[in-house]
């Protein structure tokens, strides 16, 4: 449960960004992913097209690696609902193969709490799939003081709509202008007063 705000800058207000969060920031364990990740909605983007209408509640399903996955290598599958501003996220490790074989509909989704609820929406939405690719380069750090005040800057992300695994290179037509970056503040309570 937490707060996500994004922001667009260039590379000169990320320098900026860089160097006023410095005394209180420092790399994650991740530091640095390169991130895959494949959306899931139904034939006709049910899902997509309810979040465009910027709805009170909205949720999305996706598919997650930190770096190219092959069938059998652990991939987070992951439920992301946003209700007034608020993200609640949910995800579960397990083989890229089972993941996609749970959303297909051809194996059981994990007995756990989080399979369940995953279960629970592919049940809800019933013709899930892979229906976007979409990879980015992302750089993430956190706060010294505050381990669950995150600050991550993504670039170079691209989409497609074919190729749908996990297990590729990250091509694909860019979302952001040249020498754009994406920003991203994630906090549990309120933002550090700095």
């Keep these: ?3 996500e705000f994004k922001y667009l800058m260039d590379f000169r207000q990320l320098q900026a960004v860089l160097a006023a969060m410095a005394p209180y920031m420092v790399p994650d364990e991740y530091s640095h992913s390169s991130i895959r990740n494949l959306y899931l909605d139904t034939p006709d983007f049910r899902l997509i097209r309810r979040s465009l209408e910027k709805p009170v509640y909205k949720e999305k399903l996706r598919v997650r ?29 397990m083989g890229q193969h089972r993941a996609l074989s749970c959303v297909a509909g051809t194996e059981s989704w994990p007995d756990s709490q989080i ?14 799939r892979p229906a976007v690719f979409l990879s ?18 993504d670039t170079e992300i691209r989409y497609r709509q074919e190729e749908l695994t996990l297990d590729s290179d990250t091509w694909g037509t860019p979302i952001l202008p040249p020498g754009q970056v994406l920003m991203e503040l994630k906090v549990v309570g309120g933002l550090p007063l700095w």
């Design 1 to 3: 449960q937490r707060y």
């Design 65 to 93: 690696s930190y770096g190219r996955a092959g069938a059998k290598e652990e991939v987070f599958v992951e439920l992301k609902k946003k209700y007034r501003a608020v993200v609640y996220k949910r995800r579960i490790s």
């Design 115 to 128: 399979g369940a609820e995953l279960a629970c929406a592919a049940d809800f939405y019933r013709t899930l």
């Design 136 to 153: 980015y380069e992302r750089d993430s750090f956190r706060g010294v003081k505050d381990e669950d005040f995150r600050v991550t800057f």
